[in-house]
């Protein structure tokens, strides 16, 4: 099975910074890979696919990059509705996985 | 606007079974494959199934810690994704989410409220 992990599990940050979490892959998924957020309470919200191609209607303060094994998902600008959690998913082969997930605070 | 409505959600005694539905709408269902994805309270995501399509013979795949105990169906005359849960375990306790796969990279690109299932005795 592909494990990923992310990096950092949890950041505080204040409204404006620029944030970055990395996605590792235990072994090369091409770009087969997704990003998503979970506000507390509610259902995972998709962000990026194809880990750089932005879901329709999601904001362009997110970005994401990578391939092979390391990805990252970047907010340029962070806004008051971006703390929330943020988990990737490989959709290269089966079982598919998810990270473990990111956890955005408030400073 | 897509919809995914999920239902049957509940408490159910260890060794027991239960069967959670999912209600479609907005798209064309019968064109989708269809997954579900679970979250333990206060726990990250875990992937549990997939279905795909009739193109596909609506093949399915399974995380291998419900392979042999769940299975997926659907049902596309009615827009409806199933998942029967038997031989429940404390460890399967979680919300539940219905999940659609878009066409591009299986990504999952709309996902339903979700819906709690507590096994306890």
């Known amino acids: 099975d592909i494990q990923l992990t992310q990096s950092p599990s949890f950041l505080s940050a204040s409204v404006g910074d620029r944030v970055t979490i990395t996605c590792r892959a235990s072994?090369?998924?091409?770009?087969?890979l997704a990003w998503y957020q979970q506000k507390v309470g509610k259902a995972p919200k998709p962000l990026i696919y194809?880990?750089?191609t932005l879901q329709s209607g999601v904001s362009s303060r997110f970005s994401g990059s990578g391939s092979g094994t390391e990805f990252t998902l970047t907010i340029s600008s962070l806004q008051p509705e971006d703390f929330a959690t943020y988990y990737c998913?490989?959709?290269?082969?089966?079982?598919?996985?998810f990270g473990p997930g990111t956890t955005v605070d408030i400073k | 606007e897509v919809q995914l409505v999920e239902s049957g959600g509940g408490l159910v005694q260890p060794g027991g079974s239960l069967s959670l539905s999912c209600a479609a709408s907005g798209f064309t269902f019968s064109d989708h494959y269809l997954e579900w994805v679970r979250q333990a309270p206060g726990r990250g995501l875990e992937w549990v199934g997939r279905?795909?399509?009739?193109?596909?013979?609506?093949?399915?795949e399974y995380a291998a810690s419900v392979k042999g105990r769940f299975t997926i169906s659907r049902d596309d005359s009615k827009s409806s994704l199933f998942l029967q849960m038997n031989n429940l375990r404390a460890e399967d306790t979680a919300v539940y989410y219905c999940?659609?796969?878009?066409?591009?990279?299986?990504?999952?690109?709309?996902w339903g409220q979700g819906a709690l299932v507590t096994v306890s005795s």
């Open positions: 072994q090369g998924i091409g770009t087969f």
């Open positions: 999940t659609r796969a878009g066409f591009s990279y299986g990504f999952l690109d709309s």
């Open positions: 279905i795909r399509n009739k193109a596909n013979s609506y093949t399915t």
């Open positions: 194809a880990a750089s």
């Open positions: 998913q490989q959709l290269n082969s089966f079982p598919l996985t």
